[in-house]
């Protein structure tokens, strides 16, 4: 690996992460007991200090001469511009350890493509939330809020799903995808039911039927309670259980 950074020959603008925009932030310049700013290098298998001289031609201290000017690096307002003139501190903040967890260079059109992409899937889960079947609809509302969807009319379904899907529509969209959507959903009508119940703070699942009122099984320690009643019945103990749900319902 060459420890020259491919830079292009243009004005860059960073930024720091996470929405920070500070009057002013000062990021380490030189490698200190401090602030360790090291950069392996891999043909050499050696840490390289770092230090910023903007008269200097390397971001590397041991490349440099004795004649350094340092100068403090200064995000103002959270943005710090370099222009195509200053490679050698283009270069240093390629190799700074902090890029990536501090500070990110700006790159307008990832920056368009990812929030294209954010709106495409968003318009395509409103498509997918619009066109759902009655059936659908309360299929999702049981699996994705734990209600009963007999509760309420229609319109509030369809309602409470398109915003569900406009707000969270990656979660949205794998969930519509899920093939065992509609086993799940069966599960919730079992509860909604009152053909099972839980019991003890949901740790406990219980039949509820008119010639059964034992307890079925106790959830594990940190899973869901509907998802564990669902991989109870599926097993080879609660296979007859599940078709005596089904046929009770």
Do not use: C
């Not at 509860?191 to 106790?218: C, I, Q, Y």
């Not at 998802?227 to 296979?239: N, V």
Request: hydrophobic share 35%; net charge negative.
């Amino acid at each position: 690996m060459t420890n020259k950074a491919n830079i292009t020959q243009t004005d860059k603008v960073y930024k720091l992460k996470n929405g920070q925009s500070p009057l002013s932030f000062t990021l380490p310049s030189r490698n200190t007991k401090r602030y360790p700013l090291m950069w392996f290098d891999e043909e050499k298998n050696i840490n390289k200090p770092l230090r910023y001289a903007r008269n200097q031609k390397s971001p590397f201290e041991d490349e440099q001469d004795g004649n350094a000017i340092l100068e403090p690096i200064v995000f103002e307002d959270g943005q710090l511009v370099v222009p195509r003139t200053n490679p050698v501190l283009q270069q240093f903040l390629h190799f700074h350890p902090l890029l990536g967890i501090a500070f990110e260079l700006v790159d307008h059109e990832a920056d368009a493509k990812k929030e294209s992409d954010a709106l495409e899937l968003e318009v395509d889960a409103l498509i997918e939330a619009r066109s759902l079947t009655v059936e659908q609809l309360e299929t999702m509302s049981r699996v994705m809020f734990g209600k009963d969807p007999s509760l309420v009319t229609t319109a509030v379904l369809r309602r409470d799903v398109i915003v569900f899907a406009k707000k969270d529509p990656i979660s949205f969209m794998d969930m519509l995808k899920d093939p065992e959507l509609k086993y799940k959903s069966d599960i919730h009508k079992f509860f909604d039911a009152n053909l099972l119940t839980f019991r003890n703070g949901n740790k406990e699942v219980w039949f509820n039927t008119p010639t059964n009122k034992k307890k079925m099984m106790s959830v594990p320690y940190g899973q869901d309670p509907y998802d564990a009643a669902g991989s109870y019945l599926r097993s080879d103990e609660g296979l007859d259980s599940l078709k005596m749900l089904e046929t009770i319902l």
